[in-house]
């Protein structure tokens, strides 16, 4: 297949270029890292690019960890940038007609979180032209841009840094993780399986393995040597503590193969590496 993958360059965008093409696929790349002409707030950028491809991935969505999403989410240029990236996004697709799969998150019915309230509107856009819902839960892998880092790459980050994480709450709340190679894998079968699959099932891209925080920060204190845990004593205020319950319905198409402690693992050697160049 020759797949259009729109933020490319991305934390998940560029393992999956990299899965797709050792699987034998053509791949297009897309993402605004790379040139500003492909800057998915401008509709005109997408119009060639698009006539190419045989499916189309929409990854691109501007996002970070927790950290990322308490500092700008309630701003008006993260609110703009997203609400403009998928209007012009969703009207070529519908222009062209092609079949995609839009990466929404576990999020998005949690309405008082502008991310979540706006996946749930891309969800709505998704359902309306015939597309694939996915829904992501805590994706993990390198990431270039350490101000959208994530959970599992800041405590990593820090304890190689500094030997000491230090939490931003006391880390009760309880995540699921899924790797990101796992990730690509599923978007290549259902990529694969896209005419087949009902689109009135639920696709929740997920381990179905629950982690508190702090067990991910002790995860990867034993891990590296001498380094310390300092919890916080805030509670989570990005989630609140609402809990969704995965539907399970995309375990009889794939199964997630790589558990947290291997993904962290992979993740320690992979930053050690970059740090000591």
Request: net charge negative; hydrophobic share 35%; aromatic share 10%.
């Amino acid at each position: 297949m020759k797949y259009l993958i729109l933020g490319s360059a991305g934390q998940i965008g560029e393992p999956l270029c990299g899965y797709l093409k050792s699987n034998g696929h053509e791949v297009i790349t897309f993402d605004i890292v790379d040139s500003q002409k492909q800057d998915l707030r401008y509709q005109d950028t997408l119009q060639e690019t698009i006539k190419d491809a045989d499916i189309v991935i929409f990854l691109a969505f501007d996002v970070g960890g927790s950290r990322y999403l308490k500092k700008y989410q309630h701003t008006f240029d993260f609110i703009n940038n997203n609400a403009r990236i998928m209007v012009n996004t969703f009207e070529v697709l519908k222009e062209h007609n092609k079949p995609f799969i839009f990466t929404s998150s576990q999020m998005s019915n949690m309405s008082y979180s502008p991310y979540g309230a706006l996946k749930s509107i891309g969800e709505y856009y998704t359902n309306a032209l015939g597309g694939l819902v996915v829904k992501f839960w805590n994706v993990y892998g390198p990431e270039k841009n350490h101000e959208k880092s994530h959970v599992i790459t800041d405590f990593i980050l820090k304890a190689i840094k500094n030997k000491k994480i230090d939490m931003l709450t006391d880390g009760t709340e309880e995540r699921q993780f899924l790797h990101a190679t796992d990730c690509c894998r599923c978007l290549e079968i259902l990529s694969a399986r896209y005419d087949q699959i009902d689109r009135e099932k639920q696709l929740h891209i997920t381990s179905f393995e629950w982690n508190s925080i702090i067990e991910i920060a002790n995860i990867v204190s034993d891990n590296i040597s001498d380094v310390t845990v300092v919890p916080s004593i805030k509670k989570d205020d990005v989630q609140r503590d609402m809990i969704n319950k995965p539907d399970k319905f995309i375990l009889s198409l794939w199964k997630p193969q790589i558990s947290i402690e291997e993904g962290i693992k992979d993740m320690i050697k992979f930053y050690s590496e970059e740090i000591s160049k």
